[in-house]
């Protein structure tokens, strides 16, 4: 981040043990690092606590007070979590939120329970999703039609102004590589893209850039991790 500030932002992982320094720390990182995001993992909560403990409040409101944006990642799967994230969202109005990889929500299955809970989200405004690690929630192989038609579903409840690109790097390299998922809406089907071109640009690149403002050069710009 040091070397190439503009090109990379950090967003660094929140650590709510007691001896994690909390909110304090955020700031630090924040103001002595330049850290622009804070990433919720909820499995390292001590075990019996939620992200809706005292740490964790006191985390979600300095992250807005510093205008960083949380990411909530819900490895095994949105419903376990949702709750947690509904009162967060409702409490801290000011802390821009960012459902990581889809909300773990599987592709082609849009009618579910979870993708029910992921679409009520779009109520609150300052709530975005970023669709990547298509190859984690898709259940078709390369390119993952049933998540690309999830993206229709995703814009027409949040707008593609709250809609942001990620590639789940390094891990994707496992799963094809980088470039095939930069260029996995150039490979569907256009049946199965029903995105404008408008909508294309701020997935593609304009939402993050109007999330951190000045991050970036604009050249350089393509997607999040």
Known sequence: MERHP?????????????DGGGAAEVERLHRQHGFRAVRFNPYLWPEGEKMTNEVGRAMYQAAGDLGMPVCHMPFKGLLGHIDEIED???SYPRTPVIIDHFGFCKGGDTGSEEWRRLLNLARHPQVYVKTSAFFRVSQQPYPHKDSVAALRTLADAFGAQRL????????????????????????????FDSLTEEERRWVMGGTIQALFPGAWAAESVGGTS
Request: a negative charge; charged letters at 20%.
């Open 6 to 18: 503009s090109r990379f932002i950090g967003c660094l992982l929140a650590d709510p043990r007691p």
């Open 88 to 90: 967060l969202a409702t």
């Open 164 to 191: 942001m690109w990620g590639t789940d790097w390094p891990w994707v390299q496992e799963h094809g590589g980088y470039s095939k998922a930069w260029g996995l809406l150039d490979e569907a089907d256009p049946a």
